[in-house]
């Protein structure tokens, strides 16, 4: 997949759910219940032990375009790609990841929180990153902030946002997609209630829509 064609996916989706899955076990019926729900594509944190035997499982499920998050080095791109992830997403800006996965062929988003990390992406190529920690940084008001001086950039803002503010942050013209985790939380994992994923995830796929 090329930076172009995730682009086209995000922008199409609208949603990235983000998740932390704490076994292989979850995998299958996560991505039922997302898929069933309306996802697209979905981004699994390298946060726990079996996160890439997750990917893996969810990769080879079909019904999404998968890729890996909280990527932080080069070593880790390459075990994503391998494990099947489409793309691969960091909580900030890290030239050697970028340029490891420039090697791969396989897209970057990068997390950025300032105007310098956003002139650090896009002296790398790069056009589309994630706002991040998103709400925390001040949410829209600084996405407005960042566009003004760089209005060809596209942004994935993710970190705190929840259900109540994805249509704010939607109607932003330079966001493609949002990303969050209140779709599939540890909650709703650790007690296996796939029903209510498909329920929010359908219901974030709504509210993206209208």
Known sequence: MSGTDLATVLAGARLLPVL?????ATAGPLADALAAGGARCAEVTLRTAGAE??????????????????????????????????FVVSPGFDEDVVA?????????????????????????????????PAEPLGGVRTLR???????????????????????AYLAHPAVLAVGGSWMATADHLRRGDYEEIRRLTADAVDRSTT
Do not use: N, W, Y
Not at 20 to 24: A, E, G, H, N, Y
Not at 109 to 125: C, D, S
Not at 146 to 160: D, E, H, Q
């Open 20 to 24: 932390t899955v704490p076994s292989t």
């Open 53 to 86: 035997q997750v990917l893996k499982a969810m990769a080879a499920h079909g019904g999404l375009t998968v890729g890996a998050g909280t990527v932080l080095t080069p070593e880790q791109v390459e075990r994503a790609v391998a494990a099947g992830a489409r």
């Open 100 to 132: 490891k996965c420039h090697e791969l062929g396989v897209p970057v988003v990068p997390g950025i929180a300032t105007a310098t990390e956003l002139m650090r992406a896009l002296k790398a190529g790069l056009d589309t990153v994630k706002l991040f």
């Open 145 to 167: 902030a960042l566009t003004a001086p760089f209005p060809r950039t596209r942004f994935v803002p993710t970190g705190g946002i929840g259900a109540s503010r994805l249509a």
